[in-house]
């Protein structure tokens, strides 16, 4: 992993890089890693989709919890992209326990190089990634060269509740929810679909730093010279989780690549 990979996967965890080798076993009790899957399932679902020929890509796809669930459910074949060769490795032991190796295909590469290139999907799914891309517009535009025409762009976010912008690292791209709509339509693709994540997020927020709790407590016995910078994680990642309560309601969008 290149130095620019690092970078990009450490922000996309919210953790120094220091501490990037150790977060998969903080984060080993986790599947999900923070996406609202079954309301993410529930929107594919209701997409006018052939399991003959429907073609998923899963941006960031972690340990492959989207992907594997989607192959399972609704017999897509989907390709998910990650830089972490730890997180892969449990994408593929999860497609085997759900019998859908076949249908799930997964490649190690950081997904700001991957969507340099335009593909041809049917969906593409980015979840829980915040800004990674940039500006809200920045984000559409990158995504939906990923899509053909007709096709849809699944995005797993949020905007803020009040707030017009928020000045903090991670934060830059949330805005309230008349510009973000604004921005993700601003290629003329069709919004068709929203789902509320707020209640579910806060229960997967929860869940996750009582699991990391755990961990780092575990970790910072194994590695006492990391105790400090592990205790930093954690408060940190209790100020997000605070934040992201406070401040952002959580939402999926739904939309519909224009065939312009």
């Not at 990642?237 to 690549?257: A, P, S, T, Y």
Request: glycine share 6%.
């Amino acid at each position: 992993m290149n130095n620019r990979t690092k970078k990009s996967v450490a922000n996309s965890l919210e953790v120094e890089n220091k501490l990037l080798p150790y977060m998969p076993y903080l984060l080993q009790d986790l599947w999900a890693l923070g996406s609202s899957i079954n309301q993410i399932l529930d929107i594919v679902v209701t997409l006018p989709l052939s399991s003959d020929t429907a073609y998923v890509l899963d941006l960031g796809c972690g340990k492959g919890a989207v992907s594997v669930q989607i192959a399972s459910e609704f017999g897509y074949s989907v390709v998910g992209i990650d830089a972490m060769p730890e997180f892969l490795q449990e994408a593929q032991i999860k497609a085997a326990e759900y019998h859908v190796s076949e249908l799930c295909t997964f490649y190690e590469q950081d997904i700001l190089t991957y969507v340099k290139d335009k593909h041809d999907f049917n969906i593409v799914i980015l979840a829980s990634l915040g800004g990674i891309f940039g500006s809200n517009k920045d984000t559409i535009k990158t995504l939906r060269t990923q899509v053909k025409p007709g096709g849809y762009v699944v995005i797993d976010d949020g905007y803020l509740k009040k707030r017009e912008s928020l000045n903090r690292k991670g934060y830059g791209h949330y805005r309230n929810y008349e510009k973000t709509v604004e921005d993700l339509t601003s290629f003329s693709d069709c919004l068709i679909s929203e789902i509320s994540t707020t209640e579910v997020s806060k229960k997967i927020n929860d869940e996750y730093l009582h699991v990391i709790e755990s961990r780092i407590i575990e970790l910072s016995d194994q590695h006492p010279e990391l105790e400090k910078d592990l205790n930093n994680y954690l408060e940190l990642q209790r100020e997000e989780c605070d934040i992201l309560n406070k401040e952002l309601e959580g939402m999926i969008w739904v939309l519909k690549k224009s065939k312009k």
